[in-house]
């Protein structure tokens, strides 16, 4: 059982350049996010999705597109990369643990630096 | 929808004193508070939360407790260790809105030997 796991863990890109972040999970978990986080900074919900072909945008999804074919893959997009989208991209799963409440499970993150 | 805020943003504690992190929220609806800490250079990871119905919730050192009539929620840590420095985040959920979590921006806690 290896939870989320996501690729690549580090990645440079230059501007204008696009790439997909990969995420997968196996805990047939239904829900899954896509978070970044800036240096210094808290997390910020970029898309999420509910199920498979079910997904909606968060806080900051501008520069961004998701796609969910299957329950284990949430793979994340970034067209036309910009420096401000240099950060740590966290991707998550989660469960219900009753009553609507939704417990994360994160991946290990992946760096990725615009330049 | 929810909107969580957070204080402070920075806590620094001597070892062994407690530690207090403050969350209010603006949805009445709210019914699930977590909690999670994220180490340097790690994922964030969940380690209390608390359900509407619940007025205290302990877990060894860590407790958290929650008003519903001023919506907010309060992470307490007491006999600090130099293992709780981390980044400390909360949040707030609806049942209505349950998949959609979005943090509270954080507090970077401190650990002073």
């Known amino acids: 059982n290896a939870g989320v796991t996501q690729t690549p863990k580090f990645r440079i890109l230059k501007i204008g350049q696009s790439m997909t972040l990969q995420c997968t999970q196996d805990?047939?978990?239904?829900?899954m996010y896509w978070y970044r986080q800036d240096p210094g900074m808290g997390l910020k919900l970029i898309y999420y999705?509910?199920?498979?072909?079910?997904?909606d945008k968060g806080e900051v999804p501008n520069g961004y597109n998701v796609s969910r074919s299957t329950t284990e893959d949430f793979p994340l997009r970034l067209e036309l990369a910009a420096p401000s989208q240099t950060s740590v991209y966290f991707c998550?799963?989660?469960?219900?643990?009753?009553?609507?409440?939704?417990?994360?499970?994160f991946g290990a993150g992946s760096r990725l630096t615009v330049l | 929808g929810e909107n969580v805020e957070q204080h402070p943003s920075t806590l620094s504690v001597q070892e062994g004193d407690s530690a207090v992190i403050k969350c209010t929220y603006s949805?009445?609806?709210?019914?699930?508070f977590p909690w999670y800490k994220q180490e340097l250079g790690k994922r964030p990871q969940l380690i209390i939360d608390?359900?509407?119905?619940?007025g205290e919730k302990k877990d060894q050192r860590i407790a958290v407790t929650l008003n519903k009539t001023a919506k907010h929620f309060s992470l307490h840590i007491t006999e600090t260790q130099p293992e709780d420095s981390a980044v400390y985040f909360c949040?707030?959920?609806?049942?209505?809105?349950?998949?959609?979590?979005?943090f509270g921006s954080g507090t970077r806690l401190s650990i002073r030997p």
């Open positions: 998550a799963s989660s469960y219900s643990v009753g009553a609507g409440a939704n417990v994360l499970t």
């Open positions: 805990m047939n978990h239904n829900y």
């Open positions: 999705s509910v199920g498979a072909g079910i997904t």
């Open positions: 949805d009445s609806a709210s019914n699930y």
């Open positions: 608390i359900r509407s119905n619940v």
């Open positions: 949040a707030a959920t609806a049942y209505s809105s349950a998949s959609k979590i979005i």
